[in-house]
């Protein structure tokens, strides 16, 4: 199985993609607030950690490139 090695900083990216991601998609299912307010913070949220997983994508990936490329030599 391939290692993924992240910085802290990096590790915290991604977790705050996923959560604001996941935090939207909650809020867009609930009924708690009222529905223009719910509907507007869970569209941004959604927005925000669809945009931001590109960023952590390519962070993953280079990571196991790396990874890989340490493997090989040595």
Do not use: Y
């Not at 996923?18 to 869970?42: E, I, P």
């Not at 997983?53 to 890989?68: N, Q, V």
């Amino acid at each position: 199985m391939d290692e993924i090695v992240l910085s802290t900083p990096k590790f915290g990216f991604i977790v705050a993609t996923r959560a604001a991601l996941a935090l939207g998609a909650g809020l867009l299912l609930s009924s708690r607030l009222g529905s223009a307010k719910r509907r507007a913070a869970g569209r941004a949220l959604v927005a925000v950690g669809a945009v931001s997983t590109i960023p952590a994508l390519m962070l993953i990936r280079r990571s196991l490139a790396r990874e890989r490329l340490r493997a090989r030599i040595g």
